[in-house]
């Protein structure tokens, strides 16, 4: 995964977005009627953009071709920074893949662009039932339209990593962190837990007389940027999520956002609050490219929100002895995370659509999500993926409870699907930006929201 810290959160913008304007001229001018036919031979040409999965899904194809012997899989793995720019310049070109990992964010505008097959169309996955996917998850890949243009292959959360061996030298117990909960009033036993296990250059915490804001060594809480390119998933979803606050009006689909409610400006005033307080880096302290499992790697934070997708780089980071904690319980009693997924789609330049179809149906059925669980890199979307893979984390050592349990608890609420999100994004990320970069009010947020809303109900 070249750029795991964004794995979920980036929308097609700037650029991308002029380049998706080219393919709406270059699209089919109206929607094919009725499945698609054709022998299922041949080669199928599948794109993925994480490296660490790349071996589990060549063992699914090596699986799936000893069922189907007339069709050969060629996979292809492009580092995420050139996946998005390099399958928009396939769908100009002609030269796309048939099917390809494709995200939340992306899908809504290649189905209005009309470059991805209606998956009820092709008989082979004309019959992907909801109900076989970790619940929501299959759901949220059907369009407006009713028809379904991805079939579900993963899902994840949110949880805190910490080094174990830190926290022992702190006097914290995983008891603690486990038990930790917050408010936007004064941040709770996170916030004093935050402060805690911040120290300036001097040695002095931040819960200490004398600490120094301005010479931090350590940070309680590690930095991902504003969250605006992604609905603050690894960011501050997980205290607004907790209020009970969600985006939109409506998911998926919905057509009116909600930055301008009180209650969320008020969580995101004391969000961005820790870095003023010091607890969390400013904008600017670490690079771009510094994301937050090098910054506990490097033992530069104490506490480092990330997604269920990151544990095995966690895991690896030389050094330390990784421990997971849940997200802490939010004022209404409950904590939360956001249930985001991705899926696999087919695209309309597909050679082959019904053989390119049996591929998507085996790697969402049961036999391609053990074999991807028992890799041990991410949650599949079917329940027995997800046990293969709780066992092969357990195997390693790790307890991944903080992320299976916000799911078996239902604390989760599922990423918010809209039409547009490029554009929404264009609007909303500088926003965000200017909070956390610039000290901007969060005031500002209400005349943005209305700038969002009149977008979406104007398409």
């Known amino acids: ?49 994480d ?3 790349l071996p589990a899904y060549q063992a699914v194809a090596k699986a799936f071709e000893q069922q189907n012997p007339g069709i050969t899989i060629k996979i292809t793995q492009l580092g995420w920074n050139d996946y998005w720019t390099k399958l928009t310049a396939g769908f100009i070109a002609g030269t796309a893949p048939d099917v390809f990992t494709d995200h939340l964010t992306k899908f809504p505008q290649y189905s209005d ?23 929501g998850l299959a759901q949220l890949w059907k369009g407006q339209d009713g028809h379904r243009y991805g079939s579900p ?6 949880a805190m990593f910490y080094d174990k061996k830190a926290m022992a030298r702190a006097g914290v117990t995983p008891e603690q962190l486990a038990s930790l909960e917050w408010n936007p009033d004064d ?20 819960d200490e007389s004398g600490f120094d804001k301005n010479d931090v060594a350590v940070y309680g809480i590690s930095a991902n940027g504003s969250g605006g390119d992604g609905f603050g998933q690894t960011q501050w979803s997980p205290f607004t999520g907790s209020t009970d606050w969600f985006y939109t009006n409506k998911n998926p689909w919905g057509n009116r956002f909600w930055y301008d409610d009180a209650g969320f400006q008020k969580t995101m005033s004391w969000y961005y609050g820790l870095a003023e307080k010091g607890y969390m880096p400013k904008y600017g302290v670490f690079s771009t490219t510094t994301g937050p499992d090098v ?14 997708w990151m544990i095995g780089t966690y895991a690896n980071l030389p050094g330390l002895d990784i421990g997971i904690a849940p997200t802490p319980v939010g004022p209404v009693g409950h904590r939360a995370s956001m249930f985001n997924g991705l899926g696999d789609s087919i695209t ?56 299976t349990r916000q799911v078996e608890d239902k604390t989760t609420f599922l990423f918010p699907v809209t039409r547009n999100p490029a554009d929404v994004q264009a609007l909303v990320q500088p926003a965000f930006d200017d909070i956390y970069a610039n000290g901007k009010p969060v005031s500002t ?15």
């Open 1 to 49: 995964m070249t750029n795991p810290i964004t794995r979920r959160a980036l929308f097609a913008g700037g650029a991308s977005a002029l380049a998706l304007g080219a393919l709406a001229a270059c699209s089919s001018p109206g929607r094919s009627s009725g499945r698609a036919t054709g022998g299922a031979t041949g080669t199928v040409s599948y794109w993925l953009w």
């Open 51 to 53: 490296s660490n999965q």
């Open 113 to 135: 662009l009309d470059v991805l097959y209606e998956l009820d169309e092709l008989e082979a996955t004309a019959s992907i039932e909801d109900a076989d996917y970790q619940s």
């Open 153 to 158: 292959k993963d899902w994840d959360t949110i």
């Open 187 to 206: 941040g709770g036993s996170f916030e004093k837990m935050v402060a805690h296990l911040t120290v300036d250059g001097k040695g002095r915490r931040g």
């Open 295 to 308: 910054q506990l790697g490097a033992k530069k934070v104490a506490l480092s929100f990330n997604g269920s």
């Open 348 to 403: 309309k330049q597909a050679k082959n659509p019904e053989a390119a179809a049996k591929w998507v149906a085996f790697l969402g059925g049961s036999t391609a999500q053990q074999i991807v669980g028992r890799a041990g890199i991410v949650f599949p979307a079917r329940p027995e993926g997800t046990d293969a893979a709780v066992a092969a984390f357990e195997k390693r050592g790790l307890d991944v409870s903080a992320f």
């Open 445 to 459: 947020l209400t005349a943005v929201n209305d700038q969002v809303n009149t977008l979406l109900q104007l398409t």
